[in-house]
């Protein structure tokens, strides 16, 4: 996968006649990927992973629904950085009834992470209408107003209620606390 992701930026970075150039490119691009997961925390296997996401979910103060991967393989942190990972066996839509929308999850999800705010999200695609709009960034906004806010690259966001993105479990403890969270 990290080849063709490499081979993919090349084939949009200029044309060089050098092939050395283009060798030299491959390798900057790798230690680039290695260089942001050094000092990474890496567990393996479906439910580890899957703990991790919801024990990140969770720190973060996002509803544990908002990340509904499957078959996760390896998940990372670094928490120096907030750099994190997750890499799942294979693509996955999910559709969201609560905001009535479609996500799309490549099979590698990453971000930068802090309380109430993941940043420079790559691997996650919304639909809007009959596009795919790619989503990179994820926001908590004021407790009070119980609002999740997704943006694109160009900054547009859009804003639902932080219960369309709430397990069943998560949905019933709010129900039954009222507003007291």
């Known amino acids: 996968m990290l ?13 060089s006649e050098n092939p050395g150039h283009i060798c030299l490119n ?9 260089d942001k997961r050094a000092g990474a925390v890496i567990v393996h296997g479906a439910q580890e992973c899957y703990q991790q996401s919801i024990d990140l979910l969770e720190e973060m103060g996002f509803p544990k629904g908002v990340f509904p991967l499957k078959d996760l393989a390896e998940c990372g942190r670094v928490k120096e950085t907030g750099f994190v990972w997750m890499k799942q066996k294979a693509p996955y839509e999910h559709y969201f009834v609560g905001s009535n929308t479609r996500a799309s999850y490549e099979t590698e999800v990453t971000a930068y992470v802090e309380k109430g705010r993941m940043k420079k999200m790559t691997g996650i695609k919304s639909k809007l209408v009959f596009l795919w709009v790619p989503i990179t960034e ?10 999740i806010t997704f943006k694109t690259p160009m900054g547009i966001g859009r804003s639902f209620p932080v219960t369309a993105f709430m397990t069943e479990e998560e949905n019933q403890k709010y129900m039954k606390n009222g507003d007291e969270e």
């Not at 080849?3 to 044309?15: C, D, F, H, N, T």
């Not at 491959?26 to 290695?34: D, F, N, P, R, S």
């Open 3 to 15: 080849a063709l992701k490499l081979l993919a930026s090349l084939y949009e970075s200029p044309v």
């Open 138 to 147: 994820m926001i908590m906004e004021e407790p009070s107003t119980k609002k």
């Open 26 to 34: 491959l390798i900057t691009e790798m230690a680039l990927v290695e």
